[in-house]
C-alpha cells in the first residue's frame, strides 16, 4: 500500500431535524470524540427545513454540547444574509471560549424568499450577491478577532489600567453592504481565529472558499474528481496570497451504512458512491459496510485526493455508531487515522497554525 | 419563628466589566474563562438561586476620544455562554440581556427558543433599549432610534416574539409533548406566522416546536415612566437600581398600580433591584471591608473620569482628594460614549454639588458615596435579617446580588446566609419545579390565557 502524504482529517455532522432535546446531540458528539474525529458538524438555516421538521440554532446545540465532551472540534453553521456581522463574529468568538478553542464556523447564506419573509428586513438576493456578503462577513470577523491583542488585557496595579488601550484596534470595516467600526467586545478567542469551513459545492462559493476559508467540502464520487476540485480551489487560494495547504479539502459523503460488513473481495473503486439527483442535491451518496467505506476512505486518501472526509450519517444514530466502531476501528489499526487526540484545540487536530495577529505584525513591522 | 409570607426571589449577576468588579483583587479572576462562568453558576445553583444574570455592552466605553482602560472590559457573548452553562446546571434559570434595536425578532425568539429548549425551560430575556449612534456603528442599522422610538420598537419586538412562540400552539399542557415537556402542544400543530407593525413586517412558519416555558421569562431594566409602562404591560421581572427602603416602597407601589390597567396580578411581576453585598464576623468590620471595596472600585483616577462623565470637560487638573469643581456642566458634550446614561446632566452635577458642600466631601468622596447602589453589608445575619425585612415590608421581591469578585464573589453568601435565610423561612430549602417560571411562582402563558 502507498504512504498517504498527510494526515487523514475526518469529521461527521451530528443533524437532528425535529431534535430538540440536549442528550440528543451530546450523545452523538461523544460517540464522534470516542472515535477521535477531528470535529462534528450541525447544520442550520434560518427557517424552517421543511413542514413539521424544526431545528435548533446550531450554535446554541454546539455551545450546549461543549462543557459535555472535552477534544473534538465543534463545527455549527452560521448564516450570514440576515445576521448582524458583529454578532456572528461574537458568538463564534464565544465557541471557541466556552470550548477553549474547539470552534469552528460554517459560512453559509440564507437566499429563498421565505426566509427573506420571516425577517422583513430586505428581499431575497442572487446567490453571488449573498456569497459576496458571506466573504466579507467572513472578513470582518477575523479582522474582529484580531482587534485585541494577544497581550492586550495588562491588569497593571501601578497604574490603575486593565487593558493597554494601544492593543485595541478599531476595525473601520466598510463595504456597501454594512460597515463595523470595532472593536470587539469580545478578546481574542482561544485559537486566534476560529476555524472558518465553507460547502465548496457549488462555484458560486468557490471566491469565498479559497479566500476565507481552513476547511472546504467538495462534492465527487472519484478520486480524480475530488483532486482535480482541491487544485483548482487551492490555485485560488494561492493567487489570493495564501499558502495552498491553509486549505484543508474534506470530501462530503451521505453513509447509508448495511448492516454486513461489507462484500469481501469488493475493491474500494467498485465502492458504491452515487451522485444524487440534481434535484435533490446534497453530497453523494456511500451504501454499503463499514468496512468497504474504510477501503474507500483509505483508497482516496493513499491517492492524495483529499484530506479527508465529512461524513453524513442518513440514519445519526445508527449510521454514526457503525462509523466510528467499523470504518474509524479499522483506519486507526491500520494506522491511517490517530488514536488519541495529541492536541488540545481544533487547529491542533487539523495541523493548523494559531494565526498572528495582524494588528501585531503591523505594529512589529512599523518597528 | 413564623413563617414569612412572601418568599425571597434571589438571582446572581456575573461581575463581568464596569468598575463594580475589583480586578486588582488577588482573588480576582479571568472574566472571560468559561470556568469563571462555571464557578459562579453552580455557587447559585447550590445556592437555590432563581437564575443567573448576563448584562451587554456592544461597543467598548470611550473617554475623550480613546478606550476607557480603567475598568474590567472584554465579555463573550451571552447566549451561547447560557447554552454553555445549562450542560453544567441543572435547574438555574439562565438571563441574557439583550438589546433589542440591534437585532430582529425572528432571529432572537428563536435563539431564545432555543436555549429554552436546550436548558429544559431555564431562558430568561432581559430586554433593554438603550444605546445610541455610537453604539449603532458596530451594526447594519446604524444608530437609527430615537429615544421615544426605542420602547415602540421594543415593545412591538417582543410582541412579535411571543407571537411566534404561540404560532406552535398557545396551549401549556403539562407533559403533552412526546418528551414530557411541560408546556408543549402535542402533535406540534404549527401555524403560519404573519405580522405588519410600524418597525416589523414578518410572516412564515416559526421553526420551533413550543418550548418548555411557552414563552422564556420577560425582564426589563430601565426606569423611566415609558420603562415602568413597558414593564407593567409585558414584563415578568424588573431589574431595577431602586434599593434603598424607601425608594424600594415607592417604586414597588408605583409599578405595582400599573398592572391593573394591564389586567395583570401583582404577583405576575417580580422586582428585584441589583444590590451589592459586604460580610464580616462583626458589623464593623463588615463596614471596614465595604469602605475598602469602595476605595478600590473608585480609585483617583476613576474618580475624576466619573465626574468628567457628567460635567463633559477635562477635569484632570484637579485634585481627586480636593472639592467639587465650581463650573458648570456642558450638557451637550460627547466625553464619554458608550455609558448608560442616567438623567440629565446639570441635575446630576447639582444634586453632587449639593452632596458635597453638605458632608464636606472631596471629588472622590462624592463620587463613592453617590454611585454606591444599595449595599446590604453586616454580619451574615444581620443581612438575611435586612433582606427578609426589605421583602417583608414590599421594598422588593427579591435581589439580584452583584458580587465585586469574580468568580468567587457569591461563595460566601451562599454558605453563610442562605442558610439563615432558610431557616427564617424566608427562602426556598429545594427547587419546587424544573423551569424557572416554577422557581418564580410566574404563570405558564397557556395557563394565564385559558383562566381569562
Ligand atoms: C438595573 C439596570 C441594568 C441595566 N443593564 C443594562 C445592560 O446590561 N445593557 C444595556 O445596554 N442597558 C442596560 N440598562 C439600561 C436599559 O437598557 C434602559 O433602557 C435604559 O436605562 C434607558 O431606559 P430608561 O429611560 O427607561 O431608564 C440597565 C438599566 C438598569 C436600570
Known amino acids: 500500500m502507498a504512504v498517504p502524504t498527510g494526515t487523514l482529517h475526518l469529521a461527521a455532522a451530528i443533524d437532528g431535524d425535529g431534535q430538540y432535546q440536549a442528550p440528543y446531540y451530546v450523545d452523538l458528539a461523544r460517540l464522534a470524540e470516542r472515535g477521535t474525529l477531528d470535529f462534528v458538524t450541525l447544520d442550520d438555516t434560518f427557517g424552517p427545513p421543511g413542514p413539521g421538521r424544526g431545528r435548533l440554532d446550531a450554535l446554541a446545540v454546539l455551545s450546549r454540547v461543549a462543557p459535555a465532551t472535552g477534544r473534538i472540534g465543534l463545527v455549527p453553521t452560521v448564516t450570514t444574509t440576515h445576521t448582524e456581522p458583529f454578532h456572528v463574529s461574537s458568538a463564534v468568538a464565544t465557541l471557541d471560549w466556552v470550548s477553549r478553542g474547539r470552534a469552528g464556523w460554517r459560512v453559509e447564506v440564507s437566499s429563498t424568499e421565505a426566509e427573506a419573509r420571516l425577517v422583513g428586513r430586505r428581499p431575497a438576493a442572487p446567490a453571488g450577491e449573498l456569497w459576496a456578503e458571506a466573504g466579507e462577513v467572513a472578513d470582518v470577523a477575523a479582522r474582529l478577532w484580531d482587534s485585541w491583542e494577544d497581550d492586550a488585557e495588562i491588569r497593571d496595579t501601578a497604574t490603575g489600567r486593565f487593558i493597554d488601550r494601544d492593543k485595541l484596534h478599531y476595525v473601520d470595516f466598510e463595504s456597501p453592504r454594512f460597515t463595523v467600526r470595532g472593536p470587539a467586545i469580545v478578546p481574542r478567542p482561544p485559537q486566534g481565529h476560529p476555524v472558518v469551513a465553507v460547502a465548496a459545492t457549488d462555484p458560486v462559493t468557490w471566491e469565498t472558499a479559497a479566500r476565507h476559508a481552513d476547511v472546504v467540502y467538495v462534492h465527487a464520487t472519484s478520486p480524480e474528481e475530488a483532486g482535480r476540485l482541491r487544485d483548482q480551489l487551492r490555485s485560488r487560494a494561492v493567487g489570493y496570497g495564501r499558502e495552498a495547504g491553509a486549505l484543508t479539502v474534506l470530501a462530503a459523503v451521505a453513509v447509508d451504512l448495511a448492516d454486513g460488513e461489507g462484500a469481501a473481495g469488493r475493491s474500494p473503486a467498485d465502492a458504491p458512491l452515487v451522485r444524487p439527483p440534481a434535484t435533490a442535491g446534497g453530497p453523494p451518496l456511500y451504501r454499503g459496510g463499514p468496512v468497504d467505506l474504510a477501503e474507500l476512505i483509505t483508497g482516496w486518501h493513499t491517492a492524495d485526493a483529499v484530506d479527508g472526509f465529512h461524513i453524513t450519517p442518513v440514519a445519526p444514530r445508527h449510521d454514526l455508531e457503525r462509523f466510528v466502531n467499523g470504518s474509524v476501528a479499522l483506519l486507526q489499526h491500520r494506522g491511517l487515522f490517530r488514536t488519541f487526540y495529541p492536541g488540545a484545540t481544533l487547529r491542533d487536530h487539523l495541523g493548523l497554525s494559531r494565526p498572528a495577529n495582524r494588528y501585531a505584525l503591523e505594529r512589529e513591522a512599523a518597528r | ?452
Open chain 2, 1 to 452: 419563628m413564623s413563617r414569612q409570607r412572601k418568599r425571597i426571589h434571589l438571582a446572581a449577576h456575573f461581575p463581568g466589566v464596569n468598575n463594580t468588579t475589583v480586578w486588582a483583587d488577588p482573588r480576582s479572576k479571568s472574566q472571560i474563562d468559561f470556568s469563571s462562568f462555571e464557578h459562579l453558576a453552580r455557587t447559585a445553583e447550590r445556592g437555590l438561586f432563581d437564575f443567573f444574570f448576563l448584562a451587554e455592552g456592544l461597543r467598548l466605553r470611550e473617554h475623550n476620544g480613546r478606550i476607557h482602560d480603567l475598568d474590567v472590559v472584554g465579555r463573550p457573548e451571552s447566549m451561547t455562554v447560557l447554552n454553555a452553562l445549562a450542560a453544567v446546571t441543572e435547574r438555574l434559570g439562565l438571563a441574557a440581556t439583550v438589546n433589542t434595536t440591534f437585532n430582529e425578532p425572528y432571529e432572537l425568539a428563536r435563539r431564545f427558543a432555543s436555549l429554552d429548549h436546550l436548558s429544559g425551560g431555564r431562558a430568561a430575556w432581559n430586554v433593554v433599549t438603550s444605546s445610541d449612534a455610537f453604539t449603532g456603528e458596530n451594526f447594519r442599522r446604524g444608530g437609527f432610534l430615537d429615544r421615544a422610538d426605542r420602547y415602540t420598537r421594543a415593545a412591538e419586538f417582543v410582541a412579535v416574539a411571543r407571537g411566534l412562540w404561540d404560532s406552535q400552539g398557545t396551549k401549556g399542557t403539562p407533559d403533552g409533548t412526546p418528551d414530557g415537556l411541560r408546556g408543549g402542544t402535542p402533535g406540534g400543530t404549527p401555524r403560519p406566522f404573519a405580522h405588519t407593525g410600524r418597525h416589523f413586517t414578518l410572516e412564515g412558519e416559526f421553526g420551533l416546536p413550543r418550548s418548555p416555558q411557552g414563552h422564556p421569562v420577560v425582564i426589563q431594566a430601565g426606569d423611566s415612566d415609558e420603562g415602568r409602562e413597558f414593564a407593567a404591560s409585558t414584563a415578568d421581572v424588573i431589574f431595577t437600581r431602586h434599593g434603598s427602603l424607601e425608594a424600594g416602597r415607592a417604586f414597588y407601589a408605583d409599578v405595582k398600580r400599573r398592572l391593573a390597567r394591564y389586567g395583570r396580578a401583582p404577583e405576575e411581576l417580580k422586582i428585584m433591584p441589583g444590590v451589592t453585598l459586604v460580610l464580616g464576623d462583626t458589623a464593623a468590620e463588615a463596614r471596614e471591608k465595604a469602605v475598602e471595596i469602595r476605595r478600590q472600585q473608585v480609585s483617583p483616577q476613576t474618580a475624576l473620569l466619573t465626574l468628567e462623565q457628567i460635567w463633559g470637560v477635562d477635569l484632570s487638573g484637579y485634585d481627586p482628594d480636593g472639592p467639587l469643581p465650581d463650573i458648570d456642566p456642558d450638557p451637550d458634550a460627547q466625553l464619554a460614549q458608550g455609558r448608560v446614561r442616567h438623567g440629565d446632566p446639570l441635575a446630576v452635577a447639582a444634586k453632587w454639588r449639593a452632596l458635597s458642600e453638605e458632608k464636606g466631601l472631596s471629588i472622590r468622596q462624592t463620587v463613592i458615596e453617590a454611585t454606591g447602589r444599595q449595599s446590604f453589608i453586616g454580619t451574615p445575619e444581620a443581612v438575611a435579617a435586612e433582606m427578609a425585612e426589605y421583602v417583608a415590608a414590599d421594598a422588593a421581591d427579591g435581589f439580584i446580588l452583584v458580587p465585586h469578585l469574580t468568580p468567587g464573589g457569591l461563595d460566601d453568601f451562599v454558605d453563610r446566609v442562605v442558610p439563615l435565610l432558610q431557616e427564617r423561612g424566608a427562602f426556598r430549602t429545594a427547587y419546587t419545579g424544573p423551569t424557572l417560571r416554577d422557581h418564580l411562582g410566574l404563570p405558564y402563558p397557556g395557563e394565564r390565557r385559558e383562566r381569562d
